[in-house]
């Protein structure tokens, strides 16, 4: 018996969508026991696909900024602050001043902030 494309689309797993706090946490722990486990087996115990992974990895080792920079806003404290940060400029340019996301934006890529912020965290806060 042949399945139709409709019963074998809903085995499917959903795509998850990785929270920048998890995200960081997970970078950090693999980094701290990379010498014992291979991406493979860290990807295995956590329930992190490998790609994930990879891709997690290879976009913080292309990040244009110091290594100390990088360190620190790839880090848990680093996220949430971050996070305050876009929160505050959010309020005080849109909804206080009379600036719009584009000057977010703006502002962002001139203190080189940008490198850090993935494109749909500054949108999600509106």
Not at 17 to 23: G, H, P, T
Request: glycine share 4%.
């Amino acid at each position: 018996m042949t399945s139709t494309y409709a019963e074998s689309s809903q085995n499917i797993k959903p795509k998850k969508k990785w929270s920048r706090d998890d995200v960081s946490t997970k970078i950090i722990d693999f980094k701290e026991c990379k010498k014992a486990l291979t991406q493979r087996e860290f990807a295995r115990q956590t329930g992190v696909p490998r790609t994930t992974l990879q891709n997690w990895l290879t976009r913080m080792d292309k990040i244009d900024a110091d290594p100390v920079l990088v360190s620190f806003f790839e880090s848990p404290v680093g996220v949430n602050f971050l996070h305050i940060l876009i929160l505050g400029l959010h309020f005080e340019f849109t909804k206080v001043g009379c600036a719009s996301i584009h000057n977010i934006s703006n502002f962002l890529h001139l203190t080189r902030l940008s490198n850090f912020i993935l494109d749909d965290q500054v949108f999600m806060i509106g």
